[in-house]
């Protein structure tokens, strides 16, 4: 998929837990090709969410692409786990503590078939994902400090990074995708996309309406 091509990603996060089978498939045939999962350690991030299990429950569900944010210290020691539980892609962030190093970690993923991203957390500069530009699919800029549903989209604290990640990726030959992740909604996620983004992460503005084929149809007519 080039990175021309506009998706909205419901996070599961937003989802109700206590019918979680239903849940994604609510989302799947509201239109979702993509499904965002958010797996928080308590450590890196001040929330704890779900681990591999979850993600293999879900897969088990559905055969939409399974996105997988690690929200969490020492992304290549669980690598394998989430790996092993049917994640399509996988985020890991660059402030992140790792055994080995982000750059063998991005180099792990891909030797197992997989698609890898990285995350810059809102405070984090573009210039701390050069190293690894050239070896990634997919850019997160969060536009909200991880960790929680519902927080306000920080634009002028995102958006200028994100045009940075859009102009660098057109002036160097790279490919790939940009992805935001908090308070995205249908007033939003047109700066997002002016500014660069093509995948957008929408837990709230996805989940939280009664009609999601509704929510979705909305949210894509709103960057199309
Ligand atoms: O990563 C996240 C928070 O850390 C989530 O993806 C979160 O679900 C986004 O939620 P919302 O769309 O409600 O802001």
Not at 51 to 57: E, F, I, R, Y
Not at 63 to 75: G, K, N, S, W
Not at 155 to 166: D, N, S, V
Not at 178 to 191: K, Q, W
């Amino acid at each position: 998929m080039h990175h021309s091509t506009n998706l909205i990603l419901p996070s599961l996060l937003a989802a109700d837990w206590s019918k979680i089978d239903l849940e994604v498939r609510r989302a799947s045939a509201a239109g979702a090709q993509w499904l965002h999962l958010d797996v928080m350690d308590g450590n890196f991030v001040d929330n704890i969410s779900f681990g591999p299990q979850m993600v293999q429950t879900v897969r088990k569900c559905t055969d939409m692409y399974l996105d997988v944010h690690l929200m969490i210290h020492r992304p290549d020691h669980y690598l394998e786990r989430f790996i092993k539980a049917g994640a399509q892609n996988i985020t890991i962030h660059v402030e992140a503590n790792y055994d080995t190093s982000v750059a063998e970690t991005l180099k792990r993923i891909r030797a197992a078939g997989l698609h890898c991203g990285l995350a810059l957390h809102p405070s984090t500069p573009f210039e701390a994902a050069l190293p690894f530009v050239r070896d990634i699919d997919l850019l997160l800029v969060m536009t909200v400090v991880p960790g929680f549903g519902g927080q306000p989209f920080m634009e002028k604290e995102t958006m200028p990074k994100l045009a940075a990640a859009r102009d660098y990726r057109a002036a160097h030959g790279l490919n790939y995708h940009l992805e935001v992740d908090g308070g995205i909604y249908t007033s939003t996620a047109p700066i997002a996309k002016k500014n660069g983004a093509n995948l957008f992460v929408c837990g709230t503005s996805s989940f939280g309406p009664p009609d999601m084929e509704q929510s979705m149809r909305e949210l894509a007519a709103s960057v199309a």
